[in-house]
């Protein structure tokens, strides 16, 4: 690819060359240097990268790898990301936001089922490209030692590292931002045990995706309907198929 720029970081060490191959814009990160003096913390962010460069269907055609004293990964480059819509343009976004969030939760139960964890579910680590949900720069929470946010889960705050029950927390967080004031009651509680500060009272991947989906309170009524039906009480639907099974 062709040098066109880079972004400065927030620290001296985070330069971020831009290169344009093939017309696309793609980024490159690099981990904190002093990343290499603590190794369980390497370890563990350079089998993230290397699980995340042996999927090659991830929406922001990421690559890693390792350069020098410094790991890196490479990404599509995008000049606006869901933090720029959050609040206030969420009409500008190219889906609706229920959609959004269907496919977050999508994207997210599919990088779990490959084994890749972000670590910082956020709205400035998401971008809507093309009609897709795009979540990047998976671990790089992790890549500085010193790196924190407001936003990160209580355990990540701690000095742990990104795991599942992390990425439940901070995906909690972007769907009450997208979802705004006055939610349902099922969902409000959803959100509050994604976002439970001990991540083992968290729900998995898939309670949420349950929970969330279209059907959801249909499938509840119908439900409700079958267990309040006394044992023993024939259903008219049920009687008219006994009727024409024996005739």
Do not use: W
């Given at each position: 690819g062709t040098l066109v720029g880079a972004i400065q970081g927030r620290e001296s060490w985070d330069v971020r060359p831009l290169f344009l191959t093939q017309g696309k814009m793609f980024i490159i990160r690099f981990s904190d240097p002093a990343l290499f003096s603590q190794i369980c913390r390497l370890e563990d962010l350079s089998g993230l990268l290397t699980r995340v460069d042996a999927q090659r269907n991830i929406s922001t055609a990421a690559r890693a790898g390792v350069a020098g004293e410094q790991l890196w990964m490479r990404r599509v480059f995008f000049d606006e990301t869901l933090a720029d819509f959050l609040p206030g343009r969420e009409k500008d976004l190219a889906v609706s936001k229920d959609i959004l969030k269907q496919m977050l939760i999508g994207e997210i139960s599919r990088l779990h089922q490959s084994g890749i964890v972000h670590g910082h579910i956020c709205p400035s680590n998401i971008a809507v490209m093309q009609g897709l949900?795009?979540?990047?720069?998976?671990?790089?929470?992790?890549?500085?030692?010193?790196?924190?946010?407001?936003?990160?889960?209580?355990?990540?705050?701690?000095?742990?590292?990104?795991?599942?029950?992390?990425?439940?927390?901070?995906?909690?967080?972007?769907?009450?931002?997208?979802?705004?004031?006055?939610?349902?009651?099922?969902?409000?509680?959803?959100?509050?045990?994604?976002?439970?500060?001990?991540?083992?009272?968290?729900?998995?991947?898939?309670?949420?995706?349950?929970?969330?989906?279209p059907d959801f309170l249909i499938r509840q009524r119908v439900k409700a309907r079958e267990t309040s039906i006394p044992q023993g009480v024939v259903q008219p639907q049920q009687e008219a198929y006994r009727i024409q099974s024996t005739s």
């Open positions: 949900s795009c979540i990047f720069d998976f671990g790089f929470l992790s890549a500085s030692p010193t790196y924190s946010a407001s936003d990160l889960a209580p355990e990540i705050q701690g000095g742990g590292f990104a795991s599942k029950a992390s990425d439940i927390f901070g995906l909690g967080l972007v769907l009450r931002a997208l979802g705004g004031q006055n939610q349902p009651t099922h969902i409000t509680e959803m959100l509050e045990r994604m976002m439970a500060s001990d991540p083992a009272n968290r729900p998995i991947i898939n309670e949420v995706m349950d929970l969330f989906s």
